[in-house]
């Protein structure tokens, strides 16, 4: 079983900035993919930032892009959101996926975990 827990969420001013945390643990055997996705009320989910851990290759929505920056630390399984100059349609709750292969007691087998999200509110 992997487990996968953010945090970091807050109220910020728009115009502020704030950094969140996403840390996989758990049976991993090989992390392929870690992204943050947000889900803003009324809203289907969507993809802002996403990470590959094998080559550090990264995408971004186009409506975070040259504000958002996903980063990783593969030896601690972990990514990082830094979001900069946050506007109120950031608002949303913001959940990290991962994906990759585990090794446990059943063998190897992919996963695909979600964290429980981290509110983040931009307002004045």
């Known amino acids: 079983q992997v487990q996968v827990v953010e945090s970091g969420g807050g109220l910020v001013q728009p115009g502020g900035s704030l950094r969140l945390s996403c840390a996989a643990s758990?049976?991993?055997?090989?992390?392929?993919?870690m992204g943050w996705y947000r889900q803003a009320p009324g809203k289907q989910r969507e993809l802002v930032a996403a990470?590959?851990?094998?080559?550090?290759?990264?995408n971004y929505a186009d409506s975070v892009k040259g504000r958002f920056t996903i980063s990783e630390d593969n030896a601690k399984n972990t990514v990082y959101l830094q979001m900069n100059n946050l506007k109120p349609e950031d608002t949303a709750v913001y959940y990290c996926?991962?994906?990759?292969?585990?090794?446990?007691?059943?063998?190897?087998?992919?996963?695909?975990?979600w964290g429980q999200g981290t509110q983040v509110t931009v307002s004045s």
């Open positions: 996926n991962a994906k990759g292969e585990r090794f446990d007691t059943y063998g190897i087998g992919d996963f695909i975990s």
């Open positions: 758990g049976s991993i055997f090989v992390m392929s993919f």
């Open positions: 990470i590959l851990t094998n080559n550090s290759s990264t």
